[in-house]
């Protein structure tokens, strides 16, 4: 009796494994080292670190008959061992949805001056979403770049994804944060349109995004748009951001942040890539004896791809930060770092 049940349960797990088989699977890694030096005029700022930024991500595809795509993703970060994104996915003619741990339509259609640079080389306490995601006792809040501002993170959502149509391409997202905090639901909305140049394209890239305010948060909305060219070896981007908060019900902001940026891009062929960008962010709402809060960046990278999956990345950042109204300490310096970084 006991050997007829083992037959039966090898049976099911063999059938069962069967069905999962039809399916496309891929396990991908990111894997950096990092050592960076910081040469500030702050103390606690100053000093030389090392640093891991390693993910595994599991992706599963599938294609039904009635031609729907249904797709599952789980993105593992592999230093502290946590979810970075969990998601479930179905695309076909009508577009994409996708439901779970995953970044608001403001990433997708996100879009900032430094892009062009492969190690974004910042201090941790600058941010222009601190005080929207709960942030703000440890975090400064100013733009270090004229990008997006991912206000939800990871957090659960659902989003959906018009196809590409004549270049143009919508998406919409929705974060619910759940019974008892229902004023924290967030909403992500953007577009694209990429058309051909002779020698190159051009991709206009716009996004928003909004979080609901109540009684002990505060309301918050950013908008980011921008424009990349690339023309042969050669890439450029320009793009533009403002973030501003306010008390619920009160039109007096607690932040207004505004940023522009450009960036620029060459290959130089045998896997060199020469890459500069420079950007200022400003808070009107954060004003000291007449003068703005303000944050500026310039920064220079070299990146070379010595063998393919492994890259070499020196990165260098000239920044200045200003002290507005905000009861923060001005900071200015200057970071390098390397990266060593591989991929599977």
Known sequence: MRKILLSSTSMVAAATIASYATADVSVTGAFDWKYRNISSNVAASDGTQMGTDNEVTISFSEKT??????????DLDADSNNIDE???????GF???VMGLDDGVSDTFGVHEQDVIADEVHLGKFSAAAIADGSATTTI???????????SGDDNKLAYYTPVMSGFRAGYSLSDAGVGTAGDNVTDLGFSYTMPLEGGSV????NNVSKDGDADDEEYKATNYGVTVAMGA???IASTMNAEEATVGSNILTEDIEATGFGVSYNMGGGLVLAASTMES???ADVSNGNKEKYSSTIGEVSYSIAPGLTANLTYNDYDYKVGGAGTTADAGKITQLTIAASF
Request: aromatic share 8%.
């Open 95 to 97: 577009g994409t949805l």
């Open 282 to 284: 400003e808070d009107a």
């Open 86 to 92: 969990s998601s479930l996915s179905v695309s076909g």
């Open 141 to 151: 809040g100013i733009a270090t770049n004229a990008g997006e501002v991912n206000i």
């Open 65 to 74: 008959d009635s031609g729907l795509t249904v797709s599952g993703r789980y």
């Open 234 to 236: 050669m890439t450029f």
């Open 203 to 206: 991709l206009i890239e716009y």
